[in-house]
Structure formats: C-alpha cells, structure tokens
C-alpha cells in the first residue's frame, strides 16, 4: 500500500483488506513497543495492582470500537445498543469480567435532542442490563454535513481472573467449535431496512451483550474453552479462517449443524449476501475440548441469550496451508475464505 | 431541553452549553448507577486487584476523548499527536499514570492513506514519549461525505498511586492557582491556519503531554497539590468557574501575572477571540497549598514544557454566589464568566 493509495470502503469492512490495512499501515505506522500485537477483540495487560494473599492478581482487558452504523436505529437495536453491547462482547469474549465503559460522542449540528436521548437511554439500559458502569465520556459537535448523524466510541475495561487464560495457542487438535445461534441476523436486519425489504418485518438484530454466555461457560467448563470470539465485521467466516491461520490447523464445519434464521436466510438470498460472513452483534463463537462440548452446548441452552447452540465442527491436525471447510448441505466441500472487504458499510 | 430541540454548535464547545446538554440529556439518559458523576476528565475507578502487603491497592483512572480537529495538521501537531496527548493530559491531571491507551479510527472513502500513516506515526511518537503504549484499536470507514476526513477517539487508562487525592474537596482557602505558560496557543495556531492569517507563521499549538509536568508535582509536593486540570475547551476560565461552583468559595487572578504569547495575544486580538477561553492542549492550572507555590513553580521551570510558569491567583473565602475575578492590567476588576460555548467548532 503505497502513499499515493486511498482509503476504500472495502477497507473497513472487517476482512482481508482491513488486515491489509492494520497490519501495512497502522501497526507499523504506531510503530515499535506501542503496537497493538495481537489484533485480538481487547488487549490483556500484565497484571495490574498488587498481588494478593495467594500471590495471583487479576489482569486488565481493554477494549475500544467506533460505532457509525445507518440507520442510527433499527430493528432490534440502535447506535446506543450496539455500542455498549460490543465492548462488553470484546470484553466477555476475552475472559474479562466488565468494570467499566466510557462512551465519547461526535454530533451533527441539527441533531434532534430526542432521538440522542433516546439513543442514550437504550445504551444505559444496555449497560445496566450487562453489569456495567458507563463512567465517563465525551461531546463533540461537528457542522452539518461533516458527520452523518452521529458517532459513538466505547471503550471498556474488564478484570480477567487470575486463573482465565484463553487463546489461539491453547487450541488443540480434535477441539470442538460451538456457536450460540443463527448467524446473520444483524447484518440482514440493518441490511432490510435499509433496503426496505417488508418480508423481514419480524426480523430483529441478535444485539445483545453476551457475558450472559461466556461467565457460565468459564465458569464451568474452566480450561475447557479454549477460545471465543463475538463474529461481528467479517462474520463466522472470518472468526474460523482467524482461527485455522493463528494455529496452523484446519479446521472443518458442518453446514446443516448450523442453526438458521429462515428470514435472515431469506434476505441474504435476496441480497446476494452470506450468512458466513455477515456481522453478528450477540453471538459467541467457542473453541472448547471435545469431551467438554456437549456440556457447553447444554450451559448455552440454559442461556436466554442462545438460539439453539450447536456444535458446528472441530479443529482438524496441522497443515502447511490450513484451511476451513464446510462439509454442504448436499454433502459436497467449501472452502470458507477470508471475506475480502465485505459489501456493507455502516453495519455497525 | 425539550425533545425537539436540535443540536447546535454550541453544546460542542465546552462551556455552559456544553454543561447542559450533558447534565440535562445525556446523564439522566445513560441512568442510573452508570452514570460519570463528577464531570472530572478521568473518572477514578475503585481500587481494582488485591491490595499489597502494605494493605493499600492502586486505583484505575480511565478517560477517553473523541477529536475532530479540522484542519487534521496544524502548525504544532495533528489528530494523532493531539489525540494521544489530550488522553494522557486527562489521565495526567487526575494523577494517575498512564499504562495503555486504546485507538479507534472513522476514515472517509478517499482518504490518503499517506496522511493516515503521517497522523499516526505522529501519535505513536507521542505515545512513546509520554512512555504509554497503545494496545488496541478499531477501523470504521464510511463514505465519501460521511465524515470529514477522519476521526480519531482514544481512550486511556492509568494508575493512581495509593496516597494520591486530588479534587475539588481537598481545596482550601488561601491555596494557590499555578499556571504552566501562556494561553490560547492551541487555539490560535488553528484559528489562525484556518483563517489564513501570515503574520502568525511562528504560532504554534501547545499540544504536548502534560505528564512530565504532574509527575514531579505530586511527587515533590504531594498532598500540598490538592487539584489539577488540563484547560482544553472552555480554557482557563472554564477551568476556574468549575473550580468556584465546585468549591463555593471566590477565585481571584491577576492578569499581569498571565505569561503571555504576544503573537497569540496579536491573533486573538484580530480574530476576536478572548485567550482566557481559548483552548489549551499542553497547560495545566494546578491548585496548590500557598506554602508550596513558589516550589510548585521551581519544579515547573525545570519541566522541558513549561513556559514561564506563574502563580496567577488563589482562592478565597466561602460566597454564597462564587466568583471568579481578574485584576486587570490597567487596575480594574472583570468577572470571568463561564463561556457560553465558544464560537470555535472543531478546534480539538
């Protein structure tokens, strides 16, 4: 990528262009000891404070995303939401327990009051609902026309508990891949509105904080999970090729063990979109131990959260080019790649 | 504010509108338990971790700040270099020290990604000479028109040693109002580019870490500093009208012993502008027992960002409705109001 270049939407859109872009631009660009490793949903920090009596401290988590979807409110969901919930999703998939966010905003000048309240009071019961503090902020205002609507930063810090270690390099082979409901339904939903598509009425964003699947499954399971991840930009294509890349295994998915969301599969079909790898805002993706994954798939049912979880594959031995394949419905073999720069702007 | 209102310009600005929009719309929204209490630049978390040995645990400062900074490089910086810096001011001035900070980036279609790697090379220049790291971040882009170039919103988190208190409450009649240089150069260097004014080409933005001037402060003066801020928006006189509300008591400052920049000085002359409620983004007013002042201002002078450090005033009795007064130059007396919200969008 040269100087000359240009930014292109394609490079926001959580794929291999925004790969291309972190790892050619801004990480070398933020340059020497300050750079952000290991492109992970939120960095752990060295252990922060002093030890305690059993000589274990806790770790930092901290997280950050910019939020400028379009609609600012759509269904099942608004910026509000969707801000909180996905720091608290960076933070939860992690391992960390949510302590605190801070919430900084960009305004158009012409913005109605009512609709930032509105947009407040759903990230407020957002957090609340996730256990969480919003403990400070900031407010800027720019003229008409030099944003669209509004911007919403949230950053979240968390405590992941001495004894949580999750992590690329603690995934084997044979583990199991679970996820915790329909794919899609976030994109399809801020997609068919956008596009006013009327069959998707009943169709709702999955936005929702996630820390109500991932405490009981650590909590439970312990160093059986091995691994999570909140799919979002990029959806489960990209968390799963994330995977098989950072481990040097390949790793392999049952298409009909996926659950399914007719309406979003409906819209996708329509829209020419798949459901692979459109954003999710209220999913988990865990890498779990074998023996361990008919417990996570019961834990996760007891989930309000969970839409018919599943285990969906496993990860496969070493390969000097890993890859991830599905096993199709009609019994043949994808290879499920690295979005390049999904087609949807503004998804979140 | 009714839910009809819009927003304008002015909420923007850091002063009173500014005051109200969020004391009015945006915490009684976000609700509840989650809401930024004080309004102070970092919200200081409880003490996170096991306490040591000694009983005593570190607390969590954390802080964060949207920028939108038009034009994006600016004589004395750019987005990046301001945007890292007014993260480990915030933190700065609440006496924590900086550990990490977070990154998150909106760019437009068509950006130069040479511009994009020139901001953040800039900022992580800062970063590394403030000695904090940045550890995570995110990507958004939106269209051509979406938003005006980019905007960039960082978010800190630092230490606060166990025997540090700073705020409002630790005040004290007769204590003294120190002032590290001149005002208003932030805000001038970009006025002044914006409007094409020739005769300031040696203005420059202040725009630097404060954090190797509150280091020495507190560790050479501790409980004899009792409050610190950064004056960005507002500037001095929104600083000190905080101060006054916030305490009850009367602030008085003598004009003449302002450090002065006369090209600054020349610059808010011809643009209108008034210095005391221009923008900073490398001062800080600390408040310090009277005993301690003159050293307040040696350790000040030995500080590389320091310019003309001064003891500028000091607080008074008790009042029923505080104020703040300037003994002016020429031997009159001007009350400094909090300013309305100050014509000068996008300044930071």
Redesign the interface.
């Known amino acids: 990528?040269?100087?000359?270049?240009?930014?292109?939407?394609?490079?926001?859109?959580g794929g291999q262009l925004?790969r291309e872009?972190?790892e050619q631009?801004?990480l070398p660009?933020?340059?020497?000891?300050?750079?952000?490793?290991k492109l992970?949903d939120?960095?752990v920090?060295a252990?922060?404070?002093?030890?305690?009596?059993d000589g274990?401290?806790?770790r930092?988590a901290?997280?950050?995303?910019?939020?400028?979807v379009q609609p600012l409110v759509f269904p099942g969901g608004d910026i509000g939401k969707l801000a909180v919930c996905g720091t608290v999703n960076d933070l939860a998939v992690s391992g960390a327990r949510p302590?605190?966010?801070?919430?900084?905003?960009?305004?158009?000048?012409?913005?109605?009051?009512?609709l930032?309240?509105r947009v407040?009071?759903s990230?407020?019961?957002a957090?609340?609902q996730a256990g969480?503090?919003?403990?400070?902020?900031?407010?800027?205002?720019?003229?008409r026309?030099?944003?669209?609507g509004m911007?919403v930063?949230t950053?979240g810090?968390g405590?992941v508990p001495p004894a949580r270690e999750l992590g690329f390099e603690r995934i084997r082979q044979g583990d199991r891949i679970v996820l915790s409901g329909p794919l899609g339904l976030h994109a399809m939903a801020v997609m068919s509105c956008r596009e006013g598509l009327s069959f998707t009425a009943d169709l709702e964003s999955d936005c929702a904080a996630v820390n109500g699947m991932t405490e009981p499954l650590l909590e439970k399971l312990g160093q059986d999970v091995r691994f999570m991840r909140d799919p979002t930009r990029g959806g489960l294509a990209a968390a799963l090729v994330e995977i098989a890349v950072a481990t040097g295994r390949d790793v392999e998915i049952s298409q009909d063990a996926i659950p399914v969301n007719r309406t979003a599969r409906a819209a996708a079909e329509m829209l020419g979109l798949d459901l692979l790898a459109a954003a999710n805002e209220g999913r988990i993706v865990a890498v779990v131990a074998a023996g361990a994954a008919g417990r996570a798939v019961d834990i996760l049912n007891k989930c309000r959260q969970a839409d018919r979880p599943a285990v969906i594959g496993s990860v496969g031995p070493n390969a000097d080019s890993p890859l991830v394949e599905m096993l199709t419905a009609i019994g043949g073999r994808r290879i499920v790649q690295m979005p390049y720069g999904e087609e949807l702007?503004?998804i979140?």
């Open positions: 990528m040269t100087e000359t270049d240009y930014i292109k939407l394609a490079h926001g859109g925004t872009l972190v631009v801004i660009a933020l340059g020497g000891p300050q750079r952000p490793g992970a939120a960095a920090l252990a922060f404070g002093s030890a305690g009596t274990q401290a806790g930092l901290f997280t950050t995303d910019s939020y400028v302590m605190a966010m801070s919430l900084a905003l960009v305004l158009e000048e012409g913005l109605e009051i009512g930032l309240r407040l009071e990230a407020g019961r957090a609340s969480v503090a919003i403990v400070t902020g900031d407010t800027k205002v720019v003229r026309g030099e944003v669209d911007v930063t950053s810090v405590e702007p503004r979140c």
